[in-house]
């Protein structure tokens, strides 16, 4: 089975700042790589299918790059509302999380 | 508008069982591909079980294969999750998900809490 492994596993930063996820997986994956910000007591809500294409609603500083094994999620620029848990996913498989605390 | 409420959670002792429930609302429901995840009390998102758009194929995490069946009514737009044999590590917030191209999980509910508990 693939893993995916996310970095780092909590992150502190501040509003206006410009972070990045990371998801590794064990092995080359080619299907679709995806993210969701789960916000606390909330379902989880898809953010990139794809590993690059934003999900409808989405605000534009949310980005996702990456192929083969190697993956990344940008906030080009925190908000209070972004400060959330982040899951990369590759069919039945999630990363561990990130917390992106303030 | 895309809906999904799930229903049927609750407490349950070890070695009980539980039927979960989830009535979907705002889409062609028989397109779909649909999905249930869970996450036990501050742990990660975990996926369970995926049922084709016809119910002719179903897929397990190793963990519930052979205790829990996922099935689905089309008539009456529902996606249900039986469970049996279940476990204290069973428990956990499960959600009902709709899925996109190439297990994507587009669409969530808000979830159901189940609590294995003597």
């Known amino acids: 089975d693939i893993q995916m492994t996310q970095s780092p596993s909590s992150l502190s930063a501040s509003v206006g700042d410009r972070v990045t996820i990371t998801c590794r997986a064990s092995?080359?994956?080619?299907?679709?790589l995806n993210w969701y910000q789960q916000r606390p007591g909330k379902a989880p809500r898809l953010l990139i299918y794809?590993?690059?294409t934003l999900q409808s609603g989405v605000p534009s500083r949310f980005s996702g790059s990456g192929s083969g094994t190697d993956f990344t999620l940008t906030i080009s620029s925190l908000q209070p509302e972004d400060f959330a848990t982040y899951y990369c996913?590759?069919?039945?498989?999630f990363g561990q999380g990130t917390d992106l605390e303030i | 508008e895309v809906q999904l409420v799930e229903s049927g959670g609750g407490l349950v002792q070890p070695g009980g069982s539980l039927r979960l429930s989830c009535a979907a609302s705002?889409?062609?429901?028989?397109?779909?591909?649909m999905s249930w995840v869970r996450q036990a009390p501050g742990k990660g998102l975990e996926w369970v079980a995926q049922?084709?758009?016809?119910?002719?194929?179903?897929y397990y995490v190793d963990s519930v294969r052979g205790r829990f069946t996922i099935s689905r009514d089309n008539a009456k737009n529902s996606l249900y999750l039986q469970m049996n044999s279940l476990r204290a590590e069973d428990t956990a917030v499960y959600y009902c998900?709709?899925?996109?191209?190439?297990?994507?999980?587009?669409?969530w509910g808000q979830g159901t809490l189940v609590t294995v508990s003597s």
């Open positions: 998900a709709r899925e996109g191209s190439g297990t994507v999980f587009v669409y």
């Open positions: 705002g889409f062609t429901f028989s397109n779909y591909w």
């Open positions: 049922i084709q758009h016809d119910g002719s194929a179903q």
């Open positions: 092995q080359r994956i080619t299907s679709s």
């Open positions: 794809a590993a690059s």
């Open positions: 996913q590759q069919r039945g498989t």
